[in-house]
């Protein structure tokens, strides 16, 4: 039976919204229907939408986290901070950083997504010897990017009542912060509550849409992982905590 008839012979759609509501209560259903009818738009927008919210909600917080990483750098003299300082502008006023930034929310959202895609269809169709398309890579990728949502939300309220950008859902939040530009902690920064129910719904998406077993998905979204967050570790520690 080829993919045409199948789709037919499916049950009705569950629409762009259900796919989204149901993204959390029902995973698999919602990437059986991507798996005939993928589509990855909806969930970008929605998380450029609320990723830009985010963003100008923690503005000030992660601006004022960030000089002062810059002022604990070895070396850093009192007028390079000065300079650094006056060219990042107002952290709570609209710079050039704050706009540049919030105009490059939907491109980065996009561009990581296709990344994402990119990968899982090489480690899919490639080294795992499955049979799909990109096009359903990246409804995989999309759609289990969608628990941005939620973590957005939470991370914006929990930064503005804490009113630093020094929170985490990860087993760093048990480990001092005179520790935070070290290797381990970024590594194990990583392993935050929302980043790996993302790990979960890409795994099950994964094994939907190449028809592998359970273990051997998470096996291969799981080394992406990993390989992605030792990669990430790497250049945090080598660039002093910019890059997370």
């Known amino acids: 039976m080829n993919e045409q008839q199948l789709v037919a012979d499916s049950p009705p759609s569950l629409g762009w919204f259900g796919r989204?509501?149901?993204?959390?209560?029902?995973?698999?259903?919602?990437?059986?229907?991507?798996?005939?009818?993928?589509?990855?738009?909806?969930?970008w927008i929605l998380i450029s939408i609320f990723s830009l919210i985010a963003l100008q909600l923690t503005w000030t917080q992660n601006m004022e986290a960030q000089m002062e990483k810059m002022r604990k750098q070895p070396g850093m003299t009192e007028e390079q901070m000065e300079s650094i300082e006056e060219k990042m502008g107002d952290p709570?006023?609209?710079?050039?950083?704050r706009i540049i930034a919030t105009t490059m929310v939907p491109l980065g959202t996009l561009v990581a997504m296709v990344v994402v895609a990119a990968a899982f269809y090489f480690m899919g169709s490639v080294i795992g010897g499955g049979n799909s398309t990109f096009k359903?890579?990246?409804?995989?990728s999309c759609y289990s990017s969608l628990v941005a949502l939620p973590s957005s939300i939470v991370n914006a309220i929990l930064i503005n009542l804490k009113g630093s950008a020094d929170i985490s859902l990860s087993p760093v939040l048990?480990?001092?912060l005179s520790l935070s530009d070290t290797f381990t902690y970024s590594f194990l920064s990583h392993f935050e509550f929302f980043a790996i129910w993302?790990?979960?719904?890409?795994?099950?998406?994964?094994?939907v849409i190449y028809k592998f077993s359970a273990a051997k998905s998470y096996?291969?979204?799981?080394?992406?992982?990993?390989?992605w967050m030792l990669l990430a570790s790497a250049l945090s520690n080598l660039f002093g905590g910019f890059i997370m």
């Open 20 to 43: 989204v509501g149901n993204i959390f209560w029902e995973p698999r259903k919602v990437f059986e229907e991507l798996n005939l009818r993928p589509s990855w738009i909806l969930p």
């Open 92 to 97: 709570q006023g609209w710079g050039i950083n």
């Open 136 to 140: 359903k890579n990246l409804a995989i």
């Open 174 to 176: 048990f480990m001092p």
């Open 198 to 207: 993302s790990f979960i719904l890409a795994s099950i998406g994964f094994s």
């Open 219 to 227: 096996l291969s979204v799981g080394v992406l992982w990993v390989v």
